[in-house]
């Protein structure tokens, strides 16, 4: 490289970085939204409560290692192993992935942020906040005790009276916003922002895992989140859902837990699995075999695992040929594990593995998850599981899935980013006696506990009975788990010894071949100096000069001469360039949001219902704040993007970025939607108790409300948005439709005063329909309000609509909920 | 058969709970599947390590288009697709098959008893004679299937007699039928394996499995 060449880069980067960097000192940890920042501090989080939740398994097995142990009786014992579950799950498995993602993912895409840098502050600040909450409610002896899965009627509050079940259900999905908002930041990143050139088919393999693992998200938490919510509602206002004779049914919680729970198991797995295909071909000297076959293999991973949330109910008394479709399905999830495992292996024969120490956790892995995946069939099984379920055997089984198929690959992927990461070369090798202690401490903990189940040890039981058989067992068991204690212990201290006092490393020390190298290390706050233009997987390989290129700002949108975050948008399949994104600046608001939303989710715990009512005014007020401060007041038409390519900003394209992460929300909201009406058919063919003693008349009012609001809601809109693209006057369409919500919220209203809330499931699951189909519509008004406002203020012209094609979204969104909701509630009535 | 039957006198006090020392048909067929299953299993992670042992004592392979849709072929359609998909589906069409056997499906001689869990005791009672409850202990007669349906007053539990049958839950509203059956008269240890909060560990019940003329006093004796 040249003087002049090393100049033209320094001066560009003395451009950038004014404009991204991070608010100096303390006030820049609340404000920042810059993924490399958020995704440290989110690491960090993460890893803490995998202390967390690793203190409190070695309590667990101290408490197992001799028989009759008196070291905590169960009322303790039960907290324990029930937040040892939860954290590992909740507050540690899905945000260190996130988390991970958050960090690496723009940098691979070879972009300068996540689409909604505000959306990773909140998501961040939420989960540390609960995160907090749930710590606090363990040391306060008030966390929750009836296993992480709360089978009512045991969280009911006939059995559970304290608050411990509510911090759990109310504390758990405050933590998910934080899982719902990195799932739709990352679809709508890896689909709108990315080189010029990646085309779907050139995607790293990791943002192909993300992609599938959030679009999973999307749609595997609402069921658990409207299971929490309705829970909550019988805990606090004695609506039925689950009591049996009150028409409800215990095993709707199963059903809404596990249409959760066993997606989730892969949700876990697939990024590790990105992970192992990023990094084992780069360990082998050689690229990923099949990645088409690798794609393949992690959608329909994705698909199947919704279709086996059943084999955690085969002792449920389900007729056995529904058992057997499930099991069927069980084994076919086999089928892409196996796909992915023997491409991975059939890689490792193609190159030159090199005994690195990521290829060293990577080999554990394989051992680990094999074994587990193995075990996974057995309890597939439907017979066998009969004798499996809920002994040691499957708590064996699900750590070796967990910690093999997941923790493993990840630390495998923190050694090799640690460049990325931390810009330091390891140095320290306490690495490899790691390995080996957690290699030793694992198999010694968990092996022979698989033989405990069969013996009879069931998962739970506070302490192993004295001529048991399991005696010797479970003391090896503990013994081993200190070992694997320490061996995790030495990791993290490697880790961050490295991290903060190793040599500063070269770019790029593993010759990889992906866009997350092309960066100095660690990464600038702007990520890329340019949006670098690429033609293959792996543009490194190509091009060994690419980082210089887009260093010197060869690349898109290199000069920030418009002094603003801007960042570029491409078309969906191909990479091409379509329009200038605009990020935010640098603010406080996210954390403020937070903090009043964790008090909203809060304060029913202790029954303040007034003060959830106050939070909830506020979270809608600062969001109002939030989306004000995203537009411009003027039409700024084609503007250069560098190379000879000009591009309208975000705010005149007709379906700007918020109107994409709309509807992927959307999306989530609508696989809630769905849960609830299959509440609601499962528990009108199932419960028993049913039909319910007095059905709903909808009469004539009702009806004639919710279809003058559909016509009214959807074609006011219309009008509104077509006045606006003429430059005509838009008033009249927007009041019609804000009519029209208000009376499908009416509509809405009419079930409430012909049913009594607490009376039948049936009558308590037509509340939360009609409370669904308000909300929703009120929502939708409030975006029509802020319309009209953003109209007033000019925000919005012929040439920036895209406010108006969000709001357009969200009212067609109420309009067929309230219509599908209102039907289902109707139909009953009026059938003969 | 691969792990057999304990004669009930070699099943000491370590093994009352183990599902892998059966003492009637139920709980010996999936303790063979579970055998079957265990060396499969052996053999086919024996299968990845050599393979991945393999893969670091070779030479670089030849490189190129050609060559990788070759290995594609090996790697992905024979062994990920073809060997993955042979082996499950013999398993899964086995464990359905199993599963049938298992079911309780109408016969002669069948007895009905009935067990309601509750926190944190078992009930049982006696269709065959009415009235007849015993607490925390099930009479059944050896030699004979029997089904017991099984429900819960309060939160779920789960009927358990790991050497005779796999579990079956008690859920409040609920009735699910679980068929069993002891070879020999004796008495079988049962837990409920579900948790239940703080009483969990020991909800536990005693199956007492009669002989022929002990089952009938059993049912004849006056009511306590």
Redesign the interface.
């Known amino acids: 490289m040249t003087e002049k060449k090393r100049m033209t880069a320094l001066r560009l980067h003395k451009a950038l970085y004014p404009i991204w960097r991070n608010d100096p000192g303390w006030k820049g940890v609340l404000t920042t939204v810059n993924n490399n920042t958020i995704g440290n501090m989110f690491i960090l989080g993460a890893t803490g409560m995998f202390l967390a939740g690793g203190i409190l398994a070695m309590l667990i097995r101290a408490q197992l290692a001799s028989p009759r142990s008196a070291f905590m009786g169960?009322?303790i014992y039960?907290q324990i192993f029930t937040m040892h579950g939860t954290i590992m799950m909740f507050l540690f498995a899905i945000p260190f992935f996130e988390a991970l993602t958050v960090f690496l993912l723009p940098g691979m895409l070879g972009t300068r942020d996540l689409a909604f840098p505000r959306l990773s502050s909140y998501g961040f600040w939420c989960y540390m906040i609960g995160s907090t909450i749930m710590i606090v409610a363990l040391v306060a002896g008030v966390a929750p005790?009836?296993?992480w899965f709360m089978?009512p009627?045991?969280s009911s509050s006939?059995?559970?009276s304290g608050i411990n079940t509510d911090i759990w259900l109310l504390g758990i999905s405050f933590i998910e916003i934080s899982a719902i908002g990195a799932a739709v930041e990352v679809v709508v990143t890896v689909l709108r922002y990315r080189a010029v050139g990646m085309s779907l088919d050139k995607l790293p393999i990791f943002a192909w895992y993300m992609l599938v693992v959030a679009v999973m998200i999307l749609t595997a938490f609402p069921p658990m989140i409207l299971g929490s919510l309705i829970l909550e509602l019988e805990r606090a206002f004695d609506m039925p859902f689950f009591q049996?004779?009150h028409g409800g049914?215990?095993?709707l919680w199963q059903h809404l837990f596990w249409l959760f729970g066993h997606p989730e198991v892969y949700i876990i797995f697939l990024p590790a699995a990105g992970v192992i295909s990023m990094v084992l071909p780069v360990m082998?000297?050689?690229t990923l075999?099949?990645y088409g076959?690798v794609v393949a293999?992690a959608i329909s991973l994705a698909v199947l695992s919704f279709g086996l949330w059943v084999h955690h109910m085969f002792?449920?008394?389900i007729p056995?040929m529904g058992?057997?479709f499930f099991?069927?399905v069980s084994?076919?999830v086999?089928?892409p594990t196996?796909?992915?495992?023997?491409?991975w292996?059939?890689t490792?024969?193609?190159?030159?593995?090199e005994?690195h120490l990521p290829m060293l956790w990577i080999?554990g892995f394989?051992?680990t998850f094999?074994?587990g995946g193995?075990?996974g069939?057995?309890v597939?099984?439907?017979?066998?599981?009969?004798?499996?379920?809920?002994?040691y055997f499957v708590v064996a089984h699900l750590h070796y899935v967990l910690i093999g198929g997941y923790v493993f690959p990840m630390i495998a992927g923190i050694y090799y980013w640690m460049p990325v990461l931390t810009g330091r070369k390891r140095f320290f090798r306490m690495g490899e006696t790691a390995f080996w202690l957690v290699m030793v401490g694992f198999h010694g903990t968990f092996l022979l506990l698989h033989w405990a189940g069969?013996?009879?040890?069931?998962?739970?039981?506070?302490?192993v009975e004295a001529?048991?058989?399991w005696e010797s067992i479970n003391l090896l068991a503990s013994i081993s788990g200190f070992v694997l204690a320490i061996g995790f212990g030495l990791v993290i201290l490697d880790v961050a010894v490295n991290a903060f006092v190793a040599v500063r490393g070269p770019r790029n020390p593993w010759k990889a071949g992906t866009l997350e190298w092309a960066t100095p290390i660690p990464g600038p706050s702007y990520n890329v100096a340019s949006i670098p233009v690429i033609s293959s997987r792996y543009p490194l390989h190509d091009n060994p000069d690419l980082p210089v290129q887009i260093a010197r700002g060869e690349g898109f949108l290199a000069w920030p001469d418009r002094n603003r975050r801007e960042t570029l948008a491409v078309s969906i399949s191909r990479g091409e360039p379509e329009f200038i994104s605009v990020f935010p600046k640098n603010t406080i608001v996210p954390f403020v949001m937070a903090v009043v939303t964790s008090v909203m989710f809060m304060a029913p715990v202790f029954k303040w219902y007034w003060l959830m009512f106050i939070a909830a005014a506020g979270v809608t007020v600062l969001a109002l704040v939030w989306a004000w401060a995203n537009g411009s007041r003027r039409d700024e038409g084609l503007l250069d993007a560098g190379r000879g390519v000009s591009l309208p900003p975000h705010t005149e394209v007709a379906y700007k970025p918020g109107w994409w992460g709309s509807l992927f929300l959307l999306l989530a909201d609508s696989v809630l939607f769905g849960s609830l009406l299959f509440g609601y058919a499962f528990l009108w063919t199932v419960?028993?108790?049913w039909p319910p003693p007095r059905i709903l008349q909808p009469g004539i009012l009702g009806p004639v409300l919710a279809l003058a609001g559909v016509a009214l809601a959807s074609s006011g809109i219309r009008l509104g948005d077509r006045a606006i693209r003429e430059d005509g006057a838009p008033w009249r369409g927007l009041l019609a439709s804000l009519a029209g919500l208000a009376a499908l919220g009416a509509a809405a209203a009419t079930v409430f005063a012909g049913t009594t809330y607490n009376a039948h499931a049936y009558d308590a699951t037509l509340w939360v329909i009609a409370g669904y189909v308000i909300f929703h519509a009120g929502l939708a008004g409030l975006m029509v309000l802020f319309l009209l406002c953003r109209i007033g203020t000019g925000y919005v012209s012929a040439r920036r609509f895209g406010d108006a094609r969000v709001v357009r979204l969200w009212i067609d969104y109420a309009v067929l909920t309230a219509a599908l909701g209102l039907g289902a509630a109707w139909l009953p009535g009026v059938l003969p | 058969m691969v792990g057999g039957s304990t004669p009930l006198v070699l099943a000491g006090c370590e093994e009352r709970l183990s599902a892998v020392h059966p003492a009637g048909p139920a709980a010996d067929i999936i303790a063979t599947l579970w055998w079957v299953m265990l060396g499969g299993a052996a053999a086919i992670f024996l299968l990845v390590v050599v393979l991945l042992a393999l893969a670091f004592r070779r030479d670089e392979g030849p490189s190129g288009e050609t060559a990788d849709k070759r290995r594609e072929t090996v790697w992905i359609k024979g062994l990920g697709l073809g060997f993955t998909m042979t082996v499950l589906a013999a398993l899964t069409a086995w464990g359905l098959l199993i599963g049938e056997r298992l079911l309780p499906r109408p016969g002669p001689d069948i007895v009905t008893v009935e067990a309601e869990g509750r926190q944190w005791a078992w009930r049982f009672s006696y269709p065959d004679q009415p009235g007849r409850v015993t607490e925390d202990v099930l009479h059944i007669p050896a030699g004979r299937p029997v089904d017991v349906r099984i429900t819960s007053t309060d939160v779920i539990h789960s009927f358990w007699v790991p050497r005779l049958a796999g579990k079956l839950d008690a859920i409040p509203g609920h009735v699910n039928v679980l068929r069993l059956e002891a070879w020999e008269p004796g008495e079988y240890a049962g837990v409920s394996a579900e948790f239940s909060g703080a009483g969990y560990r020991s909800h536990g019940f005693t199956v007492i499995a009669h002989d022929a003329a002990a089952w009938d006093a059993f049912l004849a004796e006056e009511l306590p």
Request: proline share 6%; net charge negative.
């Open positions: 169960p009322e039960n005790d009836g296993g089978y009627p045991l006939a059995y559970s049996a004779e049914d215990s095993l082998a000297r050689t075999l099949g076959w293999a002792t449920t008394g056995h058992l057997a099991s069927a084994t076919l086999a089928v196996g796909v992915q495992i023997f491409a292996i059939g490792l024969w193609k190159g030159r593995p005994m080999l394989f051992v094999v074994m193995l075990t069939v057995m597939a099984m439907v017979p066998f599981d009969w004798q499996a379920h809920d002994s069969l013996l009879g040890m069931r998962r739970r039981i506070d302490t001529g048991s058989g419960a028993p108790n």
